[in-house]
Every structure is written in C-alpha cells, then in structure tokens.
C-alpha cells in the first residue's frame, strides 16, 4: 500500500473533485430557486402596485367635484394618472399632469434581461363606475333625497358608491435576444394578470362655501351647492320669504336677551338664526375657497 506525501496529495485533490460537484450540483438547484424568488418578489410588487392603484382612482373619483350628479373624472384622464404616478420612479416628484411614460421606470418592473416585466398599455383601468348603495338604508335616504329635491339641492346623491377596477398583466420573461429562460420554466412564459378592486361609500355634496353673508344674508352669486343654498329650502319658513324669518329671528333674540333664558333654557338663543348652517360642521375637502362677502 502506498503512503506519506503521495498518497495525501491525492486524496486531496479528489476532496477537491468532489467538492467542485457539489458546488455544481448544489447551484443547478439554488440558482434557478434564487432566481425563481426574485421574480415572485416583483408578481407581489405588480399586485401592491395594483391595489394601490385602484385605491388612487376610486379616492380620485370622491373627491371629485364632477361626482355630485354629473358622472365620475374621464376614465381616461385618470388611467393616464395612474400609469405615470403609481407604477412610475418612486422617487419622481408627483405632478398634476402625470401622463403615460413610455416605459415604465420603477426598477421592480425589469426583467433579468432589461426588458418591460410590465408595459404601460398593460395597465387598464377596466372598471370606473357610481351606482346607488345596495343597503336598506340608503335606500331609504335616497327616497328622502328625491322627496327633498322638489324643494331644494338637497344631498345626498344616490349614486355614491363608487368603484375602481384595475388590471394588469406581465410580460413574457426572455434573454436578450428574445429567447425563452429556460431555467424558470415555468415563469418564463406564465405571463400571470394581477386585478385589484376598491368599492367607497361616498359623501357626493360638493358644498361651494357658506353662501350668506356674516348677518345671515344670502351672498349675491353664490353657487347652488352652497350650504345656504342646499339647507335654507327645506326649512318650512322660507316658503314665507326673508320677511317671516326676520320677525321670527327678531322674537327669538329678544327672548334670547332674557338672562334666566339664554343661561338655563337654551344657551345661545340670541344668536339663532332660523334655515341657518354654520359651514364649519361641513368637512373641509368638501368646501371651496369662500368668496369676499364682507
């Protein structure tokens, strides 16, 4: 049997051997597993990119002032929106006249190639519509609403409940030269469509300011969506006209001058004025810039 130096020798090198097939081995399988991860990674980051963007749309649609009665923002308008500002560089700054890029410039939505993982035309904004809520009650509150309108702009509108689609799907994963990743298979040519949906309530009275003058007085020009505008109508009282609620004010104040009246019955009293709504109980993105009514 041979032994000392030589024999040492070689049985290292075929240590050394069998090492190199192992490695070999070994990344056959973690490599295309490592590889497999990173794409899943960036399916999760298109399905967020999704959701968040159907939130966006439907959020824009609420806070539309088109949504009181006229319909929902243009479809396309906000489907431009959307492809320039969620699934655009997350460290551009965000603009009002976002636009559809040519290319996508999120680094999530690069393949191993560099190549588009997800195009622009690939994101469709399928579903933008308002309908009247489902429930009961709305049901109810809209018979009012129509009851009410005879009198007035009376809110709410019957079709608040809005909806936002979004669907996207992804581009097939190739080598520079266009040629299928064979060692993804099957990723590499699964293609998977992500859609992502948000359904909001939504509060439809767009309120264009206070509408009266600091006495009480209607501002001359003041929008029919005015709080003044919307409430004063459905007190009883202004059937009568201004003359009737100024006799009726004028009473209530000089009962409201009673002391034992103003601080135990009703505190306040002096101040009422009656078909009057103090704007501040009206949310503040709901109202515009007031007018210069002094």
């Known amino acids: 049997m041979a032994s000392g130096p030589g024999k040492r020798a ?29 794409v899943l990674g960036q399916y999760i980051h298109v399905k967020q990119q999704a959701q968040a963007a159907a939130r966006q749309a439907a959020w824009a649609a609420t806070v539309d002032h088109s949504l009181s009665g006229k319909g929902l923002p243009d479809q ?33 939505l690069t393949t191993f190639a560099g190549g588009e993982l997800v195009k622009p035309g ?3 904004l399928t579903v933008y519509k308002q309908e009247a809520a489902p429930s009961f009650l709305d ?29 996207t799907k992804t581009e097939k994963l190739t080598g520079r030269d266009g040629s ?4 993804l298979d099957p990723l590499d040519s699964l293609q998977p469509s992500f859609t992502a949906r948000t359904v909001l309530l939504a509060d439809a009275w767009d309120a264009a300011g206070s509408g009266e003058k600091s006495d009480g007085d209607p501002a001359g020009g003041a ?7 919307v409430i004063r109508p459905l007190v009883p009282t ?19 001058e009673i002391p034992i009246v103003d601080k135990v019955f009703t505190p306040g ?12 109980v009206v949310p503040a993105d709901k109202l515009v810039k007031y007018e210069d009514v002094r």
């Open 10 to 38: 070689g049985t290292a090198g075929r240590q050394r051997g069998q090492s190199l097939v192992e490695m070999a081995v070994a990344l056959i399988v973690l490599v295309p597993l490592a590889a497999g991860i990173a």
């Open 223 to 229: 929008s029919p969506r005015a709080v003044r505008n």
């Open 139 to 167: 049901q109810g509150v809209n018979m009012v609403g129509k009851v009410a309108g005879a009198l007035g702009n009376f809110p709410p509108n019957d079709k608040g409940l809005v909806t936002a689609e979004v669907a």
């Open 76 to 108: 396309d308008a906000v489907q431009e929106a959307l492809r320039g500002r969620i699934f655009g560089d997350p460290q551009a700054a965000i603009r009002s006249d976002d636009h559809t890029p040519g290319a996508f410039a999120d680094t999530m």
């Open 122 to 124: 690939d994101l469709q």
């Open 180 to 183: 299928p990743l064979a060692f």
């Open 269 to 280: 009293l002096k101040n009422f004025h009656l078909g009057r709504t103090a704007p501040d």
């Open 238 to 256: 202004s059937w009568l006209g201004n003359s009737s609620d100024k006799m009726i004010d004028g009473v209530v104040h000089v009962l409201g």
